[in-house]
């Protein structure tokens, strides 16, 4: 079982540290344990309740109503406010559910946030601040692979449904995105968003997915041709050094112009070129494609 101390339970939900004291003293609202040594924690279940009061908070309820819920009207009433696009906190709702790894839950939340906002909403607003709480999670042992995988796979299925919905234009008329991850890179999410962005706005997209070997995007980049090559970095690479790896995608394929995006560039000081174009989020990529939807296959640095 994971402890955590006051400070991380602020960091994972939001709430105050002081805020929760109060509402101890008050309430008697999720008391801590405490060491051998007297020291409080908290474990895996007070954080999940301490999620579904941030949401329930959020959504108006009074904190002296929700220290009068029971543990299963505190669920019920989460679920209720699940069926609400504008009640609910979606990141919170989809944090309960991967920490229960409740498939129901999690999938009714991301398709009833699709239903009302579209899939690019739903995702820069819901599903990326999840994915940056989760990244939390993992950094003090809340979730584990299990709840990766979990989520990874629920997220995926609602992405390449999107995608496939969407028509796949001539690449003879319009400008050719190759979409890859290097060799080690596994974390696929954002690139398969970057797919949808880029498809849904008329481009061609040649995707090639993850762990692809520099020699192999060397060939595929000689037959395609594309306008731009792009990728997502989100692990420490197995070259060892960020700047290494950029160096060698573009030696692997010169003149081609690269467009890299992800949190090791958001963390990193990457230096353009020529033929390299950073973004620092990848919510910038319409914004992208639209200065450059209608200029020649010369790159230009924004």
Known sequence: MKKFSIRDIECLTGIKAHTIRIWEQRYNLVPPKRTETNIRYYDNTDLKKFLNISTLLENGFRISKIAELSEQEMHELILELTENDH?????????????????????????????????????????????????????????????????KHLIKQKLLC??????TVNSEVARKYLLFLPEGETHEVGL??????????????LYLGPDL????LE???????????FTTLTSDTIYGDLNCLVRKIQKAI??????????????????????????????DLPEFIRMHSHQGNVFFTC
């Open 87 to 151: 009640a609910c906190d979606k990141a919170n709702a989809l944090c309960t559910a991967t920490l229960k790894l409740d498939e129901l839950q999690f999938n009714r939340t991301l398709s009833s946030c699709i239903a009302v906002m579209g899939i690019e909403q739903t995702f820069t607003e819901v599903v990326f601040p999840f994915m940056h709480r989760i990244g939390l999670m993992w950094q003090v042992g809340t979730v584990n692979p299990v709840h990766e995988h979990f989520i």
């Open 254 to 283: 010169p003149r081609i112009p690269v467009l890299l995006t992800g949190p090791l560039i958001k963390c990193n000081k990457v230096e353009e070129n020529e033929y390299l174009h950073t973004l620092k989020d990848i919510r």
């Open 219 to 229: 060939q595929v980049v000689n037959y395609y041709q594309p306008n731009y090559v």
């Open 192 to 205: 398969l968003f970057a797919n949808y962005l880029l498809k849904a706005r008329g481009q061609h997209v």
């Open 162 to 167: 999107a995608i496939d919905e969407l028509p």
């Open 213 to 216: 070997p520099l020699t192999e």
